[in-house]
């Protein structure tokens, strides 16, 4: 029998044998449990330890706002405040979350000094912790001057050169920005958009159309109706087309089209100074490393961890509902059908590299991590959450579009706790994959629209581009209104104007030019003639049922009148251009002409203003001085103003004679009587003597 010496001896060499079987029979089922995994670290204290390695953290979160780039450039303007100065640059958060951040921080870094809260626009907070700065005062300032658009760099410019004042000045000048914008708003924006730049566009192409166009219709219109009276039929107009005569020089011609081309290119280059704008934002164009910081630390979290919280926004899940989380998503990725699930909590904005587009950052991190999966974007602050199915057995449609909304967008519940309820949500979620359908092959939510991309997302389009061409047509077409608006309004005044005694009329002494030029004459000539054509023809048919001597006096008076003027017109009657050049058979046209319509009026005249032609039928005859030297003196058939002037400054007559255009060779005008073919010497003795001496010369000719 074996003494008790030997039974411990048994013992002790068979507890290392069962202690060694015990734990190669637990190892594989300790290797099969999920690994506790670490916490992650509160926000106040991942925050500190960035101020801790340097004092300037700018967030990987905002590259289309602020750059990590833009960290040195916050570095130097924090030097400048004369303290310790903290910087954080975070995503824009609700005041309920921002508030105490800054004193959060400042109690796990352990450094006084002046810390700073920028988000993506502006100075939000700001605290001084043993030191002597007037912050609210700078915080305030900077609210109030700055406009909206000025951006968080030049915000914090700002903000550095009030804090840095004493305290008198800065709360001075924070009381003085208050009353200038407290109840105006902020000041205008600093940059446009890019429907201002359209409607720059718009109205740039208006301008460099319209006004060229309506120098080129309105200058030779204007000038029509200044030398000359309008036409005499109201009912056919002067070709505008035509506004000198055959020997104006080539040059002359070109000068308008000239000056309407020099208008458009001035126009063009004046707006390309004025609208100079080429961005429509502060914001620096960021880096390709700067647009990728962000995937690629969620990637790299999320290859630890399925579940990543990020560490600058607020913690959202505690330690129960984190384990809770990791053992839903280990038994579906153990289950049929099932698959990895990855979960990120981290704020969307449209100043992130996916530009605010949930489903286009899921489609980022799963390339970078390259591992197929359920990828559910969670939002920390605003509490919605999106599900992206990438290559699993799952109805992707579903899961991005059907979702429920106590899921997706959250109960009103949810809207009100500050957590947004993520965990109860989450957990909500992953019971709806469990119970999702299965596909017979993987499905994917497929490609997600590309972002804007961040160099041309702040560029201005060009001005000369968009709305500019339709603002060409636009521009066109006004300039010709404008010249229907004008030419009704000249013409309404001048009917008015002569109505009422405000304007002299077309044929009156004080619408006839002394000094006429070749275009006025063909002008007058053609109107007159026009006008005459019209009158005489209809009172053809109105002569053979009057009986009287005097009306059949009348219609061959006026008859042998316009049968003479045409005459001297030749075969050009209807336009005047190509036969009839000399100025004094021009003059004896429109005399002509105007006379027989004055005859068919009842007009019994037989002389018309020896002085001037175109003042119409004489009134009297009165010694005129003709000459500016001596006394010589000539008997002549005047009308009334020229009388007027004959009685009361008889010296200054003279320079009413009507003189015509040089001839050729020539740079002086000759008085109408004096010219060469005697054409025009009859009228001083009348009307008759001028029919006579028009026969005669186109016979001639």
């Not at 004369?82 to 400042?106: A, C, E, F, N, W």
């Not at 308008?256 to 961005?279: K, M």
Request: proline share 9%; net charge neutral.
């Amino acid at each position: 029998m074996p003494t008790g010496r030997f039974r411990t001896r048994v013992i002790r060499l068979l507890l290392p044998l069962c202690a060694a079987l015990a734990v190669l029979v637990t190892a594989p089922q300790a290797s099969a449990a999920p690994q506790p995994q670490p916490q992650p670290q509160p926000q106040a204290a991942y925050l500190a330890d960035r101020l801790r390695a340097h004092p300037v953290h700018v967030t990987d979160q905002l590259p289309r706002a602020v750059p990590r780039a833009l960290a040195p450039d916050f570095a130097r303007l924090a030097e400048r405040t004369g303290v310790p100065t903290y910087v954080l640059v975070l995503p824009g958060q609700r005041s309920s979350y921002r508030d105490g951040l800054l004193d959060k921080v400042h109690d796990r870094l352990g450094r006084d000094g002046l810390y700073v809260l920028v988000d993506e626009a502006e100075v939000t907070q700001a605290r001084a912790y043993g030191v002597r700065a007037p912050v609210e005062a700078a915080v305030t300032a900077v609210r109030f001057e700055l406009p909206y658009d000025a951006g968080p760099l030049r915000s914090f410019e700002r903000f550095v050169e009030v804090v840095s004042k004493d305290v008198e000045e800065a709360e001075r000048l924070a009381a003085a920005a208050r009353d200038t914008y407290g109840d105006d708003g902020p000041p205008d924006d600093l940059y446009i958009g890019p429907s201002d730049r359209r409607n720059q566009s718009f109205l740039t192409g208006i301008a460099v159309t319209g006004v060229p166009l309506s120098i080129l219709l309105l200058v030779p219109y204007v000038r029509r109706r200044r030398r000359g009276p309008p036409p005499a039929h109201p009912t056919r107009k002067p070709s505008a087309g035509r506004t000198t005569g055959p020997t104006r020089p080539p040059w002359r011609r070109l000068t308008l089209p000239a000056v309407a081309l020099l208008t458009a290119a001035a126009i063009a280059g004046t707006a390309s100074l004025i609208f100079d704008q080429t961005r429509s934002d502060a914001a620096p164009t960021p880096s390709p490393r700067d647009m990728s910081a962000r995937v690629e630390r969620v990637a790299s979290g999320l290859a630890r961890d399925p579940v990543y919280q990020d560490p600058e926004s607020p913690r959202r899940l505690d330690a129960s509902q984190l384990a809770r989380l990791h053992d839903r998503i280990d038994r579906f990725a153990r289950s049929k059908g099932g698959g990895p699930v990855f979960v990120t909590l981290v704020p969307h904005i449209p100043e992130d590299e996916s530009a605010g587009d949930e489903e286009l950052f899921a489609a980022a991190v799963h390339a970078k991590l390259d591992k197929d999966g359920v990828y559910v974007v969670a939002d920390p602050v605003s509490g919605y959450i999106d599900v992206v199915n990438h290559n699993l057995r799952l109805d992707s449609h579903d899961l991005l579009f059907d979702l429920p909304e106590s899921i997706s967008l959250g109960t009103r519940e949810a809207d009100k706790a500050e957590d947004h309820l993520l965990g109860d949500r989450l957990d909500a979620l992953m019971t709806h994959l469990d119970t999702s359908p299965r596909t017979e092959e993987p499905t994917s939510s497929g490609t997600p629209a590309p972002a804007p991309s961040p160099a041309e997302e702040h560029a201005l389009p060009r001005l000369f581009a968009t709305d500019f061409w339709p603002g060409l047509v636009i521009g066109a077409l006004l300039a010709l209104l404008l010249r229907g608006v004008v030419a009704a309004v000249w013409t309404a005044t001048a009917k008015a104007g002569r109505r009422f005694g405000w304007t002299p009329g077309p044929g009156s002494p004080a619408a006839a030019p002394a000094a006429p030029s070749e275009a006025f004459l063909r002008r007058t000539a053609r109107a007159e003639l026009r006008a005459a054509a019209a009158v005489v023809g209809q009172a053809a048919g109105a002569a053979d049922e009057e009986t009287t001597p005097s009306s059949h006096t009348r219609h061959r008076t006026a008859r042998d009148r316009y049968d003479a003027a045409t005459a001297l017109a030749g075969d050009d009657t209807a336009r005047l251009r190509a036969t009839v050049t000399d100025p004094a058979r021009l003059l004896a046209i429109a005399v002509l002409a105007r006379a027989a319509r004055a005859a068919l009026d009842g007009d019994a005249g037989s002389r018309c203003c020896a002085v001037n032609p175109l003042h119409g039928t004489a009134v009297t005859r009165h010694h005129v001085r003709v000459s500016p030297e001596g006394n010589s003196r000539r008997l002549l058939p005047v009308c009334e103003p020229c009388r007027d002037t004959a009685i009361v400054t008889p010296r200054e007559l003279h320079h009413r004679f009507l003189t015509l255009p040089a001839p050729p060779g020539t740079t002086t005008r000759v008085r109408y009587d004096e010219a060469s073919d005697g054409l025009l010497s009859p009228l001083t003795r009348g009307y008759g003597g001028l029919v006579t001496k028009a026969r005669e010369v186109a016979h001639a000719g």
